[in-house]
Nanobody, 126 residues
């Protein structure tokens, strides 16, 4: 059974930091790209960052560049999103998702992804 389980969300003050984790199981980790998306109330789901487990490339949205960093631990089949200098506009539910290597093309398009986690809430207070 494929599972993506996010953790690490919470309430933090503006300027603070959080590290989200996405633990993957049920598929070959190295055959997938893992992306982070977020969705705020009333807004569309937005691509935040992605790491392709098969070649190590990383992608980051302009809105979080310089503040967020994506990384992975292949031994633990886990992808991390380190979020620093958080702003109130970063408040959203954060999801991780997996896209198979054979069709990996555009990292920030949500419907390209095959599997999704349940999401973790991140709230940044001003």
């Amino acid at each position: 059974e494929v599972q993506l389980v996010e953790s690490g969300g919470g309430l933090v003050q503006a300027g603070g930091s959080l590290r989200l984790s996405c633990a993957a199981s049920g598929f070959t980790f190295d055959d997938y790209a893992i992306g982070w998306f977020r969705q705020a109330p009333g807004k569309e789901r937005e691509g935040v960052s992605c790491i392709s487990s098969f070649d190590g490339r990383t992608y980051i949205a302009d809105s979080v560049k310089g503040r967020f960093t994506i990384s992975s631990d292949h031994a633990k089949n886990t992808v991390y999103l380190q979020m620093n200098s958080l702003k109130p506009e970063d408040t959203a539910v954060y999801y991780c998702a997996a896209q198979i290597r054979s069709k990996f093309n555009i990292w920030y398009v949500a419907w390209e992804y095959d599997y999704w986690g349940q999401g973790t809430q991140v709230t940044v207070s001003s």
